[in-house]
């Protein structure tokens, strides 16, 4: 199996260093999904990032629950390093999930670019 | 020839609107539209707001009278929870709402609507506005008056942690008593309260109410209408800003109903306009008939005025001595022309600072107990309270959670909005003929609506 | 540098705002009869008979500088600013609704047609699905003037123009207010990009900030109706949400002096563009436990978190872009 070509990397060195302003900024940035793989718990390097990862993707869902953006749109879960096939397996449902939201314009309005500056 | 006049801005009250005059080809006026180009939206992004926010978060509406928002609001917690606060948390609020009443009026009498009828500016050929009226009445006054404000307003950011952004109200109380150690500053502050408001009515019956442009403009049936009156009144029957019932009057000044805000549905109704934003309110047992005026016209006014006309009376001695003197000379209850409210404004200043005073030295103020914890699960509250320019409703239904789930604001000027409408296009008719259009004459038709001291943003929210 | 044939002028206007930021001026009190002496207000609405005529009458370039406050709501709104844009040298965002879109920036959370349909017909004193909407073209007499309509979204003031100030807070403090008006008439203009306000975060001039301990955890976030709290000791070591640690300051905290705690209207430190994102990361940060059920029923104990965490920047964030109708 292939890693789905629309995946963007970005490493970081622990799943607890993916604050919410960088899973917003990734939408700006034209993302329609965000998905934000760590270590399991017990598994992590840091002690506990992947406890902070938890606590931040169940607030910010929390949060997208009640705008327009569709919470599955973040998406938090554990795949380790040597674990290859479990990340492409992750990677192609996260898409397929995506997919079926349909691109984030989908959620909302685009700001109205005709008013320009 | 048919000419349009456009008043755009309309200037020295709170909120947009513009004025725009039609013109037939005599010259005379075929059509005046009152247009309110404001909207916000707050009856439906306050849903799955959390109810305890609500008092800040519906001030918002109106950065004038935040503080009327925010007593509405905190009411209406009360009654969500079922929740009675403490003596002294009544009283905090009390003090709050009837300090910012004192000088929200002085507000307008100096800075907004006052100044037309303290400059006469068409015949000094000066423009109206704060810096006119400062000359107008002098340095010394305008400087108590600029100075009492400064004072009343830092006392209710003692009380409530900033006038412009009140935040002290909870469901069951406030959250923080006045200090025993605050007691003279408060007492002090009130008195001189009290000292200003009497000089300013002196001052207005001295040089204003005898001179121009108030002398002509009070008599004048082109500035009057005929519509019934609503406002909360006590057991007494007296005016009343915190707490009350709610008495309508009809034009000939019989009871047409008193009620509790909790029945407000039952009387009262709104309705929407294409072309402006603004829902005028109305009796729901007559019906909209339209801007017009007379018994069978559901047209009622709120305010300075109409809760003179409502009332019996006022409930301190001064106050009610300047009450009467002003239906003494008027010569009749209700009084009905519209530049009277400015005079009532006046007295409503003066029973503010009395009531102030009163409160001040009440112990129950200072005392520490000022918060009651809910204890039954939040459905439905209904909170009133006079705002300077009229009554204000608050009505939130929440869920179990108290996350609000529907609400509905009935705000102060939405009452006078179909008599604010009347009023325009009255005096418009009645001072634009045969094609002659002159800028003093455009300034007195703006005179009929600065009267009211409407505040648009709370008008359409 | 200013003579008295050469005062500076300026120029306050409102967009969707409240009139508070207004109130911040007109609480300058006396000094603000001495600023009538200093300055040539040229555009004031509040307390001024000039017209839109009169400034659109302007060269362009001069006004010295006007304040702009309210959110962008209408398009008559986004016009208007874009025609003082052009008459003013300088262009100063005052308040949070210029600065972030403010609470009417909740709003964005629904279509505009939802919103019209919810006031105009749905709430019960009015409980017409038939009624009209103001913006209805059949249905409007013909002498009425064109009504602007709403933006799909509301928008802050820099999204429409370019903004040289931002002066935040709901309203801004009078002193302040006073210090940059006072400042610009002497002529010491602000730098490009100057927000006047604290670089740092509320909790520096809060007077609770000596019982904030160093860790925080709570598993059950409480609400303001449900206790009595410690007046003397920080919100967030209580279990109530204060978002001072993530809310610029400059307001001397008179929320806290009032008993009350923090909602953010200053807006986000510097280097945080989106004020929610870092009141959820400081959130987050004080949710104890590590089993992630555990973890949900501590999220679920926040009534509203978008409204709680964008309830004054939700127009200035991606989140707040507004709903397709």
Not at chain 2, 34 to 47: A, H, M, R, T
Not at chain 2, 395 to 402: C, G, I, L, S, V
Not at chain 2, 416 to 444: F, P
Not at chain 3, 313 to 322: E, N, Q, V
Request: hydrophobic share 40%; proline share 6%.
């Amino acid at each position: 199996m292939e890693t789905p070509p629309n995946i963007r990397e970005v490493r970081v060195m622990c799943s607890g260093q993916v604050g919410p302003d960088m899973i917003l900024k990734a939408f700006t940035a034209g993302a329609d999904g965000v998905l934000i793989l760590g270590c399991e718990p017990g598994g992590c390097h840091y002690r506990e990032g992947n406890v902070h990862a938890i606590k931040r993707s169940l607030l910010v869902q929390a949060v997208f629950e009640q705008t327009p953006v569709h919470k599955k749109r973040v998406h938090l879960d554990w795949v380790s390093a040597g674990q290859g096939e479990r990340y492409v397996q992750v990677a192609n449902k996260m898409v397929a999930s995506v997919r079926e939201l349909g691109p984030l314009t989908a959620d909302l309005q685009e700001r109205g670019a005709h008013l320009g500056r | 020839m048919n000419r349009r006049i456009l008043i755009d801005p309309i200037t020295r009250l709170e909120g947009h609107g513009k004025i725009d005059i039609r013109l037939d080809d005599a010259g005379n006026v075929a059509s005046v539209f009152f247009q309110v180009p404001d909207f916000k939206g707050f009856e439906k992004f306050c849903q799955g707001r959390a109810a305890e926010e609500m008092p800040t978060l519906t001030q918002k509406i109106c950065g004038v009278c935040p503080t009327a928002h925010h007593i509405a609001g905190v009411k209406a917690l009360d009654d969500l929870f079922g929740v009675t606060p403490p003596k002294a948390a009544q009283t905090i609020r009390e003090l709050m709402h009837t300090a910012f009443i004192f000088e929200d009026h002085l507000l307008h009498f100096f800075y907004l609507g006052g100044p037309d009828i303290l400059v006469n500016g068409a015949a000094q050929d000066k423009p109206c506005n704060v810096f006119a009226a400062v000359e107008e009445v002098g340095k010394a006054m305008g400087d108590r008056i600029i100075r009492i404000r400064k004072k009343v307003r830092a006392l209710n950011a003692l009380i409530s942690g900033s006038a412009l952004y009140p935040v002290c109200g909870l469901p069951g109380g406030v959250s923080k008593p006045v200090a025993q150690t605050s007691r003279e500053r408060i007492v002090k502050t009130t008195a001189e309260a009290l000292e200003v408001a009497i000089q300013v009515l002196n001052f207005f019956h001295e040089k204003v109410e005898h001179r121009q442009p108030f002398k002509q403009q009070h008599n004048d049936p082109n500035f009057s209408l005929q519509t019934y009156y609503m406002g909360l009144v006590d057991q007494k029957g007296h005016v009343t800003f915190y707490d009350g019932k709610l008495r309508v009057i009809s034009p000939a000044g019989e009871t047409f109903a008193l009620f509790p805000a909790q029945a407000y549905l039952q009387h009262l109704k709104e309705r929407t306009a294409a072309g402006t934003y603004m829902k005028p309110l109305y009796l729901k047992k007559i019906g909209w008939k339209g801007y017009t005026e007379g018994p069978d016209s559901g047209l009622y006014r709120v305010g300075p005025l109409a809760r003179l006309n409502v009332a019996k009376g006022m409930s301190t001695p001064l106050a009610q001595l300047e009450y009467e003197r002003l239906f003494n000379a008027v010569g009749e209850k209700p009084a009905h022309n519209t530049q009277l409210y400015h005079w009532a404004r006046l007295i409503e200043v003066l029973y503010a600072a009395e009531r102030m005073v009163a409160l001040s030295h009440c112990d129950d103020l200072y005392d520490s107990r000022v918060r009651r914890l809910p204890t039954h699960s939040p459905s439905e509250g209904i909170g009133v309270c006079e705002a300077p320019r009229g009554t204000l409703i608050h009505h939130y239904q929440t869920d179990e959670r108290a996350i609000v789930q529907r609400l509905n604001l009935l705000v102060a000027t939405q009452n006078n909005a179909g008599a604010i409408c009347l009023s325009v296009e009255k005096a418009a008719r009645s001072l634009i003929r045969n094609g002659i259009v002159t800028d003093h004459l455009l300034h007195q038709v703006e005179m009929a609506y600065r009267a009211y001291d409407p505040c648009l943003a709370c008008a359409t929210h | 540098m200013h003579t008295l044939a050469d005062k500076p002028k300026l120029a306050f206007y409102w967009c969707a705002g409240c009139g508070g930021c207004e109130e911040s001026i007109i609480d300058l009190a006396e000094r603000l009869l001495s600023l009538h002496e200093k300055a040539d207000i040229v555009f004031w609405p509040v307390a001024l008979d000039a017209r839109h005529r009169d400034v659109e009458a302007l060269k362009d370039g001069e006004i010295d500088a006007v304040f702009i406050n309210g959110a962008i709501r209408l398009d008559a709104h986004a016009k208007r600013v874009k025609l003082l844009r052009r008459k003013a040298r300088l262009v100063l965002a005052h308040g949070t609704c210029a600065h972030m879109g403010g609470v009417i920036g909740l709003a964005n959370l629904h279509s505009t047609r939802q919103m019209l349909e919810c006031a105009y017909r749905q709430v019960p004193t009015l409980s017409d699905p038939n009624s009209p909407l103001p913006g209805d073209a059949d249905k409007m007499p013909p002498e009425a003037p064109l009504l602007p309509d709403l933006l799909p979204a509301v928008l802050p003031l820099e999204k429409i123009i370019r903004v040289d100030a931002v002066i935040p807070g709901c309203p801004p403090p009078p002193e302040t207010m006073d210090g940059v008006i006072e400042d610009i008439v002497h002529g010491h203009l602000p730098e490009k990009g100057t927000v006047f306000a604290h670089r740092k975060a509320l909790c520096h001039e809060c007077p609770l900030r000596s019982s904030k301990p160093e860790k925080i955890e709570i598993t059950h976030f409480k609400r303001l109706f449900e206790i009595h709290w410690d007046p003397e000791v920080c919100f967030l070591s209580q279990g109530l949400i204060c978002l001072g640690p993530v809310t610029r300051g400059g307001c001397k905290a008179r929320c806290l002096q009032a008993n009350m705690p923090c909602r953010g209207c200053f807006g986000p430190t510097e280097k945080v563009d989106d004020f929610g994102a870092g009141a959820m990361a400081l959130i987050a940060s004080m949710m104890a436990g590590k089993d992630e059920s555990e973890l949900l029923e501590t999220v679920e104990s926040i009534p509203d978190p978008a409204g709680l965490f964008y309830r004054y920047a939700l127009a200035a964030s991606f989140l707040g872009k507004g709903v397709l109708s």
